[in-house]
T-cell receptor
Framework: NAGVTQTPKFQVLKTGQSMTLQCAQD?????MYWYRQDPGMGLRLIYY???????DKGEVPNGYNVSRLNKREFSLRLESAAPSQTSVYFC?????????????FGPGTRLTVL | QKEVEQNSGPLSVPEGAIASLNCTYS??????FFWYRQYSGKSPELIMS????GDKEDGRFTAQLNKASQYVSLLIRDSQPSDSATYLC???????????FGKGTTLSVSS
């Protein structure tokens, strides 16, 4: 039981390049989230998905797109990377509607945009 | 904008002492409150959750919630060097769709 997995773990991009961060969960949870974490800024929500096929913007969605093609996977795409997107990205899976201690973090993707 | 506020620290305590971490939140209808621990270079891990006013104890950890004052705290008794980490307070509002995190308090426990 791996919980939440993220790939890649590390990535360096040049300004303007594109890439997709992958996230997968094996817990059959409905809700999934993408957060970014920056020094002094804490964790900020980028996008979330309450169920397969649905996505909604969070606090900082600009420059990102997401895709929830199935219950298991939730990907985050940077179409044209910018240095401001240098960050650590966390994917989170949560059992729907419980609002209880059922949020599970992935190990994170450390992205540097030069 | 709903907010969660924490002192950034660092909070320094000697081994064996009680560490007290505090958090305030702005959304009065918040329902669920969480404390996460994050070691450097690692992902956050949930250590405590609390939903009702009062205290909740789990081993060396005690979470305290006061909804009237919009205040939640975490006490760590008998602090150990292994407790040195950043502690994140997080809140779910009644209408919220995701956790809102504070910026975290860095705790340093010296042996």
């Amino acid at each position: 039981n791996a919980g939440v997995t993220q790939t890649p773990k590390f990535q360096v991009l040049k300004t303007g390049q594109s890439m997709t961060l992958q996230c997968a969960q094996d817990m059959n949870h409905n809700s999934m989230y993408w957060y970014r974490q920056d020094p002094g800024m804490g964790l900020r929500l980028i996008y979330y998905s309450a169920s397969e096929g649905t996505t909604d913007k969070g606090e900082v969605p600009n420059g990102y797109n997401v895709s929830r093609l199935n219950k298991r996977e939730f990907s985050l795409r940077l179409e044209s990377a910018a240095p401001s997107q240098t960050s650590v990205y966390f994917c989170v899976a949560e059992r729907e509607g419980q609002r209880t201690d059922t949020q599970y973090f992935g190990p994170g993707t450390r992205l540097t945009v030069l | 904008q709903k907010e969660v506020e924490q002192n950034s620290g660092p909070l320094s305590v000697p081994e064996g002492a009680i560490a007290s971490l505090n958090c305030t939140y702005s959304d009065r209808v918040s329902q669920s409150f969480f404390w996460y621990r994050q070691y450097s270079g690692k992902s956050p891990e949930l250590i405590m959750s609390i939903y009702s006013n009062g205290d909740k104890e789990d081993g060396r950890f005690t979470a305290q919630l006061n909804k009237a004052s919009q205040y939640v705290s975490l006490l760590i008794r008998d602090s150990q060097p292994s407790d040195s980490a950043t502690y994140l307070c997080a809140v779910f509002s009644q209408a919220g769709t995701a956790l809102i995190f504070g910026k975290g308090t860095t705790l340093s426990v010296s042996s």
